[in-house]
C-alpha cells in the first residue's frame, strides 16, 4: 500500500515538477516502514520459535504421554491406598 503511494507520489513529481509541493512520500513513511520491518522481523522470529516448539513437541510428545499416565496411575494409586487404610481404622 505504501508502495503504491509512493508510486503515484513520484508519478505526480515527474508531471507536475515543481507544482507539486509536499514531501516526498519516502521521506514522510521512511519512520512508518522502519517500524514495520521490525515488527516483520519479530513476527518471523516468532514463527521460527513456534516451528521449534512443535517439532520438539512432537518428537517427544509420546514420552510426554507415558510420563502422564505414569502419574495418573501413580495418584489413583495412592488413593486407593489411602481409602483402604481409612476403611481398617
Known amino acids: 500500500m505504501m508502495d503504491e ?3 503515484q507520489d513520484t508519478q505526480m513529481r515527474e508531471r507536475f515538477t515543481t507544482k507539486w509541493t509536499p514531501k516526498p ?3 514522510l513513511t521512511a519512520q512508518l516502514r522502519q517500524e ?5 522481523g519479530i513476527m518471523e522470529n516468532a514463527v521460527r520459535a ?3 516448539v512443535r517439532e520438539k ?3 517427544h ?3 510426554m504421554d ?3 499416565k505414569g502419574e495418573v496411575r501413580k495418584k ?3 488413593q486407593e491406598g489411602r481409602e483402604g487404610d481409612s476403611e481398617a481404622c
Do not use: C, G, H
Open 5 to 7: 503511494e509512493e508510486r
Open 25 to 27: 512520500s519516502a521521506e
Open 36 to 40: 514495520a520491518d521490525k515488527y516483520r
Open 50 to 52: 513456534d516451528a521449534v
Open 57 to 59: 513437541y512432537n518428537a
Open 61 to 63: 510428545r509420546r514420552n
Open 66 to 68: 507415558l510420563l502422564s
Open 76 to 78: 489413583t494409586t495412592t
